[in-house]
Protein backbone atom coordinates (compact mmCIF):
# COMPACT_ATOMS: atom_id res chain seq x y z
CA UNK A 1 0.00 0.00 0.00
CA UNK A 2 1.04 2.97 -0.78
CA UNK A 3 2.13 5.78 1.72
CA UNK A 4 -0.31 9.32 1.13
CA UNK A 5 0.82 12.29 3.45
CA UNK A 6 -2.18 15.44 3.44
CA UNK A 7 -0.44 18.69 3.51
CA UNK A 8 -3.02 22.14 2.62
CA UNK A 9 -5.12 20.34 0.91
CA UNK A 10 -2.62 18.42 -1.25
CA UNK A 11 -1.54 14.86 -1.22
CA UNK A 12 1.79 13.23 -1.26
CA UNK A 13 2.32 9.66 -2.42
CA UNK A 14 5.23 7.51 -2.23
CA UNK A 15 5.38 4.15 -3.49
CA UNK A 16 7.42 1.01 -2.94
CA UNK A 17 9.70 -0.08 -5.68
CA UNK A 18 7.64 -2.95 -6.24
CA UNK A 19 4.36 -0.71 -6.59
CA UNK A 20 3.26 0.27 -9.89
CA UNK A 21 1.60 3.63 -10.05
CA UNK A 22 -0.65 4.67 -12.22
CA UNK A 23 -1.86 8.28 -11.84
CA UNK A 24 -4.93 10.17 -13.95
CA UNK A 25 -5.46 13.75 -13.70
CA UNK A 26 -8.53 14.63 -15.49
CA UNK A 27 -9.04 11.78 -17.40
CA UNK A 28 -5.21 11.85 -18.61
CA UNK A 29 -2.08 10.32 -17.18
CA UNK A 30 0.29 11.97 -15.26
CA UNK A 31 2.62 9.67 -13.79
CA UNK A 32 3.21 5.84 -14.90
CA UNK A 33 6.13 4.07 -13.38
CA UNK A 34 7.16 1.73 -10.25
CA UNK A 35 8.39 3.46 -7.06
CA UNK A 36 7.01 6.92 -7.71
CA UNK A 37 6.54 9.85 -5.26
CA UNK A 38 4.17 12.84 -6.11
CA UNK A 39 1.78 15.63 -5.15
CA UNK A 40 -1.52 15.37 -6.28
CA UNK A 41 -5.30 16.55 -5.68
CA UNK A 42 -7.26 14.11 -4.05
CA UNK A 43 -10.51 15.53 -6.36
CA UNK A 44 -8.81 15.78 -9.26
CA UNK A 45 -6.80 12.04 -9.02
CA UNK A 46 -7.05 8.86 -9.91
CA UNK A 47 -4.75 6.55 -8.70
CA UNK A 48 -3.87 2.79 -9.22
CA UNK A 49 -1.34 0.69 -7.62
CA UNK A 50 -0.30 -2.89 -9.44
CA UNK A 51 2.26 -4.94 -7.38
CA UNK A 52 4.74 -6.60 -9.80
CA UNK A 53 6.54 -8.17 -7.54
CA UNK A 54 6.34 -12.30 -7.41
CA UNK A 55 4.05 -13.53 -5.51
CA UNK A 56 3.41 -16.97 -3.45
CA UNK A 57 -0.44 -18.66 -4.28
CA UNK A 58 -1.10 -20.95 -2.41
CA UNK A 59 -4.12 -23.36 -2.75
CA UNK A 60 -5.83 -26.69 -1.72
CA UNK A 61 -8.30 -28.32 -3.27
CA UNK A 62 -10.41 -31.43 -3.33
CA UNK A 63 -10.26 -34.10 -6.42
CA UNK A 64 -11.47 -37.55 -7.16
CA UNK A 65 -9.45 -40.22 -9.13
CA UNK A 66 -10.06 -43.05 -11.17
CA UNK A 67 -11.58 -45.16 -8.39
CA UNK A 68 -13.66 -42.79 -6.70
CA UNK A 69 -11.36 -41.90 -4.12
CA UNK A 70 -11.57 -38.58 -2.61
CA UNK A 71 -8.00 -36.96 -2.35
CA UNK A 72 -6.60 -33.32 -1.36
CA UNK A 73 -4.20 -31.29 -3.67
CA UNK A 74 -2.17 -29.21 -1.86
CA UNK A 75 -0.05 -26.70 -4.36
CA UNK A 76 1.60 -23.21 -4.54
CA UNK A 77 2.26 -21.06 -8.25
CA UNK A 78 4.33 -18.11 -8.21
CA UNK A 79 3.32 -15.40 -10.31
CA UNK A 80 3.63 -11.76 -11.49
CA UNK A 81 2.15 -9.31 -13.19
CA UNK A 82 3.92 -8.30 -16.55
CA UNK A 83 2.24 -5.48 -17.54
CA UNK A 84 0.70 -3.46 -15.10
CA UNK A 85 -1.13 -1.45 -17.25
CA UNK A 86 -3.15 -4.23 -18.69
CA UNK A 87 -3.83 -5.64 -15.19
CA UNK A 88 -4.77 -2.25 -14.25
CA UNK A 89 -7.31 -2.08 -17.34
CA UNK A 90 -8.82 -5.40 -16.77
CA UNK A 91 -8.92 -5.70 -12.68
CA UNK A 92 -9.77 -2.98 -9.95
CA UNK A 93 -6.50 -2.23 -9.38
CA UNK A 94 -7.45 1.78 -7.98
CA UNK A 95 -6.65 3.03 -4.17
CA UNK A 96 -7.91 5.30 -2.41
CA UNK A 97 -6.60 8.86 -3.14
CA UNK A 98 -7.36 9.93 0.60
CA UNK A 99 -5.46 6.77 2.35
CA UNK A 100 -3.93 4.75 -0.46
CA UNK A 101 -6.62 1.51 0.12
CA UNK A 102 -7.55 -0.51 -2.70
CA UNK A 103 -11.30 0.27 -3.89
CA UNK A 104 -11.93 -3.65 -4.77
CA UNK A 105 -10.01 -6.81 -4.06
CA UNK A 106 -7.73 -7.54 -7.58
CA UNK A 107 -5.16 -10.15 -5.91
CA UNK A 108 -8.28 -12.32 -4.73
CA UNK A 109 -9.88 -12.54 -8.57
CA UNK A 110 -6.37 -13.34 -9.64
CA UNK A 111 -5.91 -15.71 -6.71
CA UNK A 112 -9.52 -17.65 -7.68
CA UNK A 113 -8.69 -16.97 -11.42
CA UNK A 114 -4.76 -19.19 -10.62
CA UNK A 115 -7.16 -21.46 -8.48
CA UNK A 116 -9.64 -22.39 -10.46
CA UNK A 117 -7.39 -22.84 -13.91
CA UNK A 118 -5.21 -24.89 -11.57
CA UNK A 119 -7.85 -26.85 -10.35
CA UNK A 120 -9.32 -27.84 -13.38
CA UNK A 121 -6.28 -29.22 -14.91
CA UNK A 122 -5.76 -31.31 -11.98
CA UNK A 123 -9.04 -32.66 -11.79
CA UNK A 124 -8.72 -33.66 -15.36
CA UNK A 125 -5.53 -35.89 -14.62
CA UNK A 126 -6.78 -37.51 -11.08
CA UNK A 127 -9.87 -38.33 -12.95
CA UNK A 128 -8.13 -40.65 -15.43
CA UNK A 129 -5.47 -41.84 -12.30
CA UNK A 130 -5.82 -44.43 -10.13
CA UNK A 131 -5.46 -43.87 -5.94
CA UNK A 132 -2.14 -45.78 -5.95
CA UNK A 133 -0.77 -44.20 -9.21
CA UNK A 134 -1.85 -40.98 -8.06
CA UNK A 135 0.08 -40.93 -5.19
CA UNK A 136 3.14 -42.32 -6.38
CA UNK A 137 3.34 -40.29 -9.69
CA UNK A 138 1.12 -37.94 -9.45
CA UNK A 139 2.70 -34.95 -8.04
CA UNK A 140 4.79 -35.19 -11.09
CA UNK A 141 2.15 -35.50 -13.54
CA UNK A 142 0.32 -33.11 -11.52
CA UNK A 143 2.60 -30.33 -11.47
CA UNK A 144 3.43 -30.85 -15.33
CA UNK A 145 -0.24 -30.29 -16.58
CA UNK A 146 -1.07 -27.65 -13.99
CA UNK A 147 2.08 -25.72 -15.21
CA UNK A 148 1.29 -26.51 -19.17
CA UNK A 149 -2.37 -25.40 -18.38
CA UNK A 150 -1.57 -22.07 -16.61
CA UNK A 151 0.87 -21.60 -19.59
CA UNK A 152 -1.87 -22.26 -22.12
CA UNK A 153 -4.86 -19.75 -20.53
CA UNK A 154 -5.76 -17.16 -22.29
CA UNK A 155 -6.91 -14.96 -19.67
CA UNK A 156 -3.57 -14.58 -18.10
CA UNK A 157 -1.25 -12.74 -20.54
CA UNK A 158 -4.63 -10.72 -21.10
CA UNK A 159 -4.22 -9.58 -17.86
CA UNK A 160 -1.02 -9.07 -17.58
CA UNK A 161 -0.11 -12.03 -15.39
CA UNK A 162 2.92 -14.28 -15.86
CA UNK A 163 3.13 -18.00 -14.17
CA UNK A 164 6.77 -18.26 -12.80
CA UNK A 165 6.52 -21.73 -10.90
CA UNK A 166 4.09 -24.53 -10.19
CA UNK A 167 4.55 -26.58 -6.98
CA UNK A 168 2.52 -29.41 -5.84
CA UNK A 169 3.51 -29.88 -2.35
CA UNK A 170 1.20 -33.29 -1.95
CA UNK A 171 -1.60 -35.53 -2.72
CA UNK A 172 -3.36 -37.36 0.17
CA UNK A 173 -6.32 -39.27 0.46
CA UNK A 174 -8.84 -39.29 3.37
CA UNK A 175 -7.76 -40.55 6.54
CA UNK A 176 -9.10 -43.98 6.97
CA UNK A 177 -8.13 -44.40 3.33
CA UNK A 178 -4.44 -43.20 3.90
CA UNK A 179 -4.63 -45.52 6.90
CA UNK A 180 -5.72 -48.55 5.28
CA UNK A 181 -3.13 -47.90 2.96
CA UNK A 182 -0.53 -47.86 5.46
CA UNK A 183 -2.11 -50.93 6.61
CA UNK A 184 0.12 -53.21 4.06
CA UNK A 185 3.25 -51.34 4.36
CA UNK A 186 3.06 -51.67 8.01
CA UNK A 187 2.18 -55.13 7.96
CA UNK A 188 5.27 -55.51 5.95
CA UNK A 189 7.42 -53.85 7.82
CA UNK A 190 5.94 -55.75 10.79
CA UNK A 191 7.13 -59.00 8.88
CA UNK A 192 10.47 -57.72 7.92
CA UNK A 193 10.94 -56.62 11.99
CA UNK A 194 9.45 -60.47 12.97
CA UNK A 195 11.39 -62.05 10.19
CA UNK A 196 14.49 -60.12 11.26
CA UNK A 197 13.85 -60.89 14.94
CA UNK A 198 13.46 -64.98 14.37
CA UNK A 199 17.38 -64.66 12.28
CA UNK A 200 18.92 -62.74 14.90
CA UNK A 201 17.21 -65.07 17.56
CA UNK A 202 18.03 -68.47 14.90
CA UNK A 203 21.79 -66.89 15.14
CA UNK A 204 21.04 -66.41 18.69
CA UNK A 205 20.81 -69.95 19.18
CA UNK A 206 23.06 -70.59 16.58
CA UNK A 207 25.72 -69.50 18.37
CA UNK A 208 24.48 -70.57 21.73
CA UNK A 209 24.71 -74.27 20.25
CA UNK A 210 28.28 -73.55 19.00
CA UNK A 211 29.31 -72.30 22.63
CA UNK A 212 27.55 -74.84 24.20
CA UNK A 213 29.45 -77.65 21.34
CA UNK A 214 32.69 -75.65 22.80
CA UNK A 215 31.86 -75.76 26.52
CA UNK A 216 31.54 -79.74 26.12
CA UNK A 217 34.22 -79.86 24.06
CA UNK A 218 36.42 -78.18 25.97
CA UNK A 219 35.08 -80.13 29.08
CA UNK A 220 35.81 -83.54 27.35
CA UNK A 221 38.97 -82.00 26.39
CA UNK A 222 39.75 -81.74 30.31
CA UNK A 223 38.41 -84.95 31.75
CA UNK A 224 40.45 -86.35 28.98
CA UNK A 225 44.05 -84.34 30.58
CA UNK A 226 42.41 -85.17 33.65
CA UNK A 227 42.57 -88.96 33.48
CA UNK A 228 46.19 -88.64 31.30
CA UNK A 229 46.98 -86.63 34.87
CA UNK A 230 45.62 -89.19 36.76
CA UNK A 231 47.60 -91.86 34.61
CA UNK A 232 50.70 -89.93 34.87
CA UNK A 233 50.06 -89.25 38.74
CA UNK A 234 49.75 -92.89 39.08
CA UNK A 235 52.48 -93.75 36.67
CA UNK A 236 54.99 -91.13 38.62
CA UNK A 237 53.76 -92.82 42.50
CA UNK A 238 55.22 -96.15 40.67
CA UNK A 239 58.38 -94.68 39.55
CA UNK A 240 58.60 -93.12 42.62
CA UNK A 241 57.39 -96.05 44.82
CA UNK A 242 60.38 -98.42 42.68
CA UNK A 243 62.74 -95.78 43.13
CA UNK A 244 61.96 -95.77 46.91
CA UNK A 245 61.95 -98.81 47.45
CA UNK A 246 65.00 -99.37 45.14
CA UNK A 247 66.66 -96.78 47.64
CA UNK A 248 65.23 -98.63 50.82
CA UNK A 249 67.04 -101.69 49.22
CA UNK A 250 70.37 -100.18 48.50
CA UNK A 251 70.02 -98.47 52.07
CA UNK A 252 69.32 -102.21 53.67
CA UNK A 253 72.33 -103.15 51.62
CA UNK A 254 74.65 -100.68 52.72
CA UNK A 255 73.68 -100.62 56.52
CA UNK A 256 73.81 -104.33 56.12
CA UNK A 257 76.85 -104.43 54.83
CA UNK A 258 78.27 -101.33 57.09
CA UNK A 259 76.55 -103.53 60.18
CA UNK A 260 79.07 -106.40 58.92
CA UNK A 261 81.69 -104.85 58.34
CA UNK A 262 81.39 -102.80 61.81
CA UNK A 263 80.96 -106.85 63.50
CA UNK A 264 84.10 -107.37 61.56
CA UNK A 265 86.06 -104.47 62.94
CA UNK A 266 84.46 -105.07 66.63
CA UNK A 267 85.90 -109.00 66.07
CA UNK A 268 88.88 -108.31 65.12
CA UNK A 269 89.21 -105.60 67.14
CA UNK A 270 87.85 -107.87 70.22
CA UNK A 271 90.62 -110.55 69.08
CA UNK A 272 93.26 -108.00 69.48
CA UNK A 273 92.15 -106.62 72.54
CA UNK A 274 91.81 -110.12 73.61
CA UNK A 275 95.15 -111.04 72.54
CA UNK A 276 96.63 -108.16 74.02
CA UNK A 277 94.60 -109.11 77.27
CA UNK A 278 95.58 -112.57 77.13
CA UNK A 279 99.57 -110.87 76.43
CA UNK A 280 99.30 -108.43 79.05
CA UNK A 281 97.91 -110.79 82.16
CA UNK A 282 100.44 -113.71 80.60
CA UNK A 283 103.46 -110.81 80.70
CA UNK A 284 101.69 -109.97 83.85
CA UNK A 285 101.29 -113.48 85.95
CA UNK A 286 105.17 -114.11 84.44
CA UNK A 287 106.23 -110.97 86.31
CA UNK A 288 104.21 -111.86 89.05
CA UNK A 289 105.57 -115.61 89.22
CA UNK A 290 108.89 -114.48 89.22
CA UNK A 291 108.78 -111.44 91.94
CA UNK A 292 109.29 -112.80 95.71
CA UNK A 293 106.57 -112.74 97.92
CA UNK A 294 107.20 -109.57 100.13
CA UNK A 295 107.08 -107.58 96.49
CA UNK A 296 103.64 -109.27 96.04
CA UNK A 297 102.41 -108.39 99.26
CA UNK A 298 103.69 -104.75 98.43
CA UNK A 299 101.81 -104.33 95.63
CA UNK A 300 98.58 -105.46 96.97
CA UNK A 301 98.88 -103.21 99.83
CA UNK A 302 98.93 -100.75 96.82
CA UNK A 303 96.22 -102.15 95.05
CA UNK A 304 94.54 -102.28 98.43
CA UNK A 305 95.47 -98.50 99.37
CA UNK A 306 93.94 -97.34 96.10
CA UNK A 307 90.85 -98.67 96.18
CA UNK A 308 90.18 -97.92 100.14
CA UNK A 309 87.83 -94.95 100.75
CA UNK A 310 90.06 -91.96 102.15
CA UNK A 311 91.55 -91.98 105.20
CA UNK A 312 92.15 -88.23 106.67
CA UNK A 313 94.11 -89.83 110.28
CA UNK A 314 95.76 -93.22 111.16
CA UNK A 315 96.26 -94.12 114.53
CA UNK A 316 99.03 -97.09 115.44
CA UNK A 317 99.36 -98.04 118.36
CA UNK A 318 102.55 -99.33 119.90
CA UNK A 319 101.01 -103.17 120.29
CA UNK A 320 99.84 -103.15 116.61
CA UNK A 321 102.89 -101.40 115.29
CA UNK A 322 105.42 -104.13 117.39
CA UNK A 323 103.20 -106.66 115.64
CA UNK A 324 103.13 -105.32 112.01
CA UNK A 325 106.91 -105.15 112.28
CA UNK A 326 107.30 -108.53 113.45
CA UNK A 327 105.42 -110.45 110.51
CA UNK A 328 107.02 -107.65 108.68
CA UNK A 329 111.04 -109.27 109.64
CA UNK A 330 109.34 -112.85 109.48
CA UNK A 331 108.39 -112.25 106.16
CA UNK A 332 111.54 -111.23 104.42
CA UNK A 333 113.45 -112.32 101.94
CA UNK A 334 115.79 -115.33 103.34
CA UNK A 335 119.05 -115.15 103.39
CA UNK A 336 121.04 -116.42 100.26
CA UNK A 337 123.38 -118.99 100.95
Known amino acids: MADITRRFGWRHLRSAPTAHIRHHKRGRLAHDGPGLSFWYRSLTAALSEVPVN ?36 RLD ?79 RPEAEVERALRTPAREQIQQEADRATYERRAVAVERERA ?25 NARREAEENAAADGVRAEAEAARKVRLARAEAEAAREVGAARAESQAAWL ?48 EPRA
Do not use: C
Open 93 to 171: FSVDPDTGVWRGAPLEQIATLLTETAQQHTLDVLARTALAEALVDGVASVRDRVAAGLAAEPRLPATGIDVVAVRVVAI
Open 211 to 235: IAENELASQIELARREEQLVEQRGT
Open 286 to 333: RVHGEVDAATLHALAATRLAENLPRIDSLTLSPDVLTGLLSKLGRTGP
Open 54 to 89: DRELAMAFHARTSDFQDVTVQATVTYRISDPAEAAA
